[in-house]
């Protein structure tokens, strides 16, 4: 089989029914080097998936060239608007602009100020990721992602300082195993406040529901009980997603710290720590958000009757976005 398919316009180049599938598709998604993309390639590839939908393109222009085309484009221009993303809150600089946020997260020896500023500062950089990336077919007041980031911010501050306390209370630890807890709880912090992020960004679809469609792609219903689906697999995956982000580095760190190199020169701490977040961030990533299909599948006999009279087919399709 050839690495480059035929190119379909709008689709993905691999399979999205398999785990690899979606977890190549999303190593795409967040390739670092989009972000150094020029203006003119840009326009570059814009004009050329322009040339293919008029069915204008050139003979000698392959699939690959078409496909990188694409992954330019959906990387820099946001689907409904039309507009250039911020680089910071691309999906493509997630990875590279998140990362010192995660460094300061995991930093030992954490001050209640310390704390309070990495937990905002993680979140409010969540947040404009989640609007700058939002499905925009549709207007959404302002006030909705406010209360997302409010909410957000909150129950991380609230957790992080809550355990923090509890910590430094607690009779029982030595402070070698006090400073070893304390690493982790950034981790709790970030799960929670990921879940309320999506939980009210999103507070209106178990109420009102989401469009499932049939196998040509036609809207056959709104459903509650798809849209509790979609949550929740949305939920699951932003708990996934800082498990090895939070726990992994304070695992590995504190068996290099052992190391007599690392004891030897203290200044390579930080670099070597910063190296590890970077790393356990660039797996962690796509590994989560590849656990499900953005476009799940769900038996109809699990939905509302009506949507069952509504349709023959026995499984639906609904978005269950990132």
């Not at 008029?54 to 820099?76: H, M, N």
Request: hydrophobic residues 45%.
């Amino acid at each position: 089989m050839s690495e480059y398919p035929s190119f379909q316009l709008g689709k993905s180049r691999f399979d999205q029914s398999t785990f690899l599938g979606r977890f190549r598709h999303f190593l795409d998604v967040i390739d670092p080097s989009t972000l150094f993309v020029s203006e003119k390639r840009l326009q570059e590839c814009v004009e050329l998936l322009d040339s293919f939908s008029r069915r204008t393109l050139s003979p000698d222009v392959t699939d690959a060239q078409l496909w990188e085309a694409q992954k330019i484009k959906q990387a820099i221009i946001h689907p409904d608007t039309g507009e250039k993303i911020l680089m910071p809150f691309r999906m493509s600089g997630f990875i590279p602009f998140g990362t010192p946020v995660i460094v300061g997260l995991l930093l030992p020896n954490q001050t209640l100020a310390s704390t309070i500023f990495w937990q905002w500062l993680n979140q409010s950089h969540n947040a404009c990721v989640n609007y700058c990336n939002r499905n925009a077919s549709k207007p959404a007041p302002i006030s909705k992602f406010v209360q997302g980031y409010i909410g957000a911010v909150t129950s991380a501050v609230s957790i992080a300082v809550g355990l923090n306390t509890l910590v430094q209370k607690a009779n029982g630890f030595s402070p070698t195993t006090r400073l070893l807890v304390q690493r982790f709880i950034p981790f709790p912090a970030v799960a929670s406040a990921n879940v309320c992020n999506v939980v009210l960004m999103r507070h209106t679809e178990p109420s009102e529901g989401i469009s499932v469609l049939d196998d040509d792609g036609n809207v056959v219903g709104t459903s509650r009980i798809a849209a509790r689906h979609a949550l929740l697999e949305t939920a699951l995956t932003r708990v996934v997603m800082p498990m090895p982000i939070l726990l992994l580095p304070p695992m590995i760190m504190s068996t290099l710290e052992k190391l007599p190199l690392l004891q030897r020169r203290r200044r390579l701490v930080l670099p070597v720590h910063s190296l590890v977040c970077l790393a356990a961030f660039g797996l962690a990533l796509p590994l989560a958000i590849s656990l499900f299909p953005q476009m799940s599948q769900i038996r109809v006999d699990q939905l509302e009757p009506e949507i069952a009279m509504a349709t023959h087919c026995e499984m639906v399709t609904y978005n269950k976005g990132l």
